[in-house]
């Protein structure tokens, strides 16, 4: 029975290991961005804001229900009743013998406040609108930059890659010329000191690689198991000089959906006090009500109108605090404003300085010299045209340039998304 239970397990996790087969997915960028905005979860959450905000307008919009009571019921008869004159029933047995009030009312907002509250309630809709956007703008920025680091790491791969196959073919050519005693081993052991310590960078890249793979997939609702690879593009970036400082501070007013919503903010608590202001106004009910023998009339009915006298309360605390949370919120709006320009400011700079660091990098076009250089070094070396110290100390550099241009591309193409985003629209 074991044999069997456990080959039953084997046959269970292969099933698993099937139906959960890794795949390698290759996305361009804007392939990327499409699958986020068709997949992303936190933005399909984040939209069905803006539905429950129609539902309140939905809401604001409905009368109230009509009340309807009935009492001083009956349910039996005294025996000086069955004495006296019979009461005879509404219709057919009903209500015989039995004496009953009934009342319907109907409450009437008055001062048009349902027209207010809806207003009001139209205000909140676009603030969640607003809301969704300002979401979508920050998880753009995120999936952008995440795809700029993947598309780093892979090439940083590839150069260590390169530059780790060069070593092994050096240590195993060093290794055969010790064994031969043709060379001292101090040498072979400083080769293997740079493999080791070149696995351990690969190991650690590795490692960043696997967590932009799990935000990556975590923001494109990609299944764990995949891979993600990014198709590099040569994409062209904008000179900084085409892009006018003072034009985007005005534009920014009016892209940014955190501005828009400090200032939806001001015209939510705008409608709120003169919702507030309206709430003084007492609200009618209006009642119609009937009442079977208990009055000197056999069949009475009666109308009234009811509300409340405004003498003690006339709303002033909400109303107070309407007006608070009207000039609280200008204040807030500023802030925005003022915070969205420095954030401009500073990333603008920051895109500057870093593409004329990027356009003087590719001028000097030492990117394949570096590379050829590495095949010559690693050939001069097995040859003993140069020594262990300048193999070495060449590799370091070829490792730092590398990374170097590298990064710099990386920080050109983030630094642009984030002027984008402080701008809060896409700079054509």
Known sequence: MRKYGLLFV????????????????????????????????????????IDAAEASIVQAKLWDNPNFSLGDVNLWSTKSQREQEQIPALFGKFAKNTEFTM???QLIKTARKRGKLINREKVSKEIAVQEFEETLRGLKLEVRKSLQEILYLQSYQKILSHQQEALSRLVAAYKNQVAQ???AKKDLIRLQSSQLELNGEIYEVKNNFNEQQKIIKSLLNIPPVNTVEIIEENNEVKNPDDILLPKILEEASESRPDIKIANLQIDYFDKDLIYEKSQK?????????????????????????????????????????????????????????????????????NYSAT????????????????????????RN????????????????????NKETLLNTRKNLYTQFEELQYTVGKEIR
């Open 10 to 49: 084997c046959i269970f996790i292969t099933s698993i290991t099937f139906a959960q087969t890794a795949e390698v997915i290759r996305l361009t960028q804007l392939q990327a961005e499409a699958l986020f905005l068709r997949q992303n979860l936190q933005l399909l959450a984040e939209k069905m804001n």
């Open 381 to 400: 070396l097995m040859s003993r045209n140069i020594s262990m110290l300048e193999f070495i100390d060449f590799i370091e550099a070829y490792k730092t």
């Open 181 to 183: 005693g043709n060379i």
């Open 103 to 105: 009342e319907l009312s």
């Open 281 to 349: 106004v007492p609200d009618l009910t209006f009642a119609v009500n009937y009442d079977r023998i208990s009055a000197p009339w056999k069949d009475f009915i009666g109308f009234g109108v009811s509300f409340d006298l405004p003498f003690l309360n006339r709303n002033q605390g909400n109303i107070k605090i309407a007006q608070v949370n009207k000039e609280q919120s200008k204040y807030q709006a500023q802030q925005v404003v003022n915070t969205a320009q420095q954030e401009i400011s500073e990333a603008y700079n």
């Open 355 to 378: 593409y004329h660091l990027f356009k003087d990098i590719q001028k000097e076009n030492i990117s394949d010299d570096l590379d050829s250089m590495l095949d010559a070094y690693t």
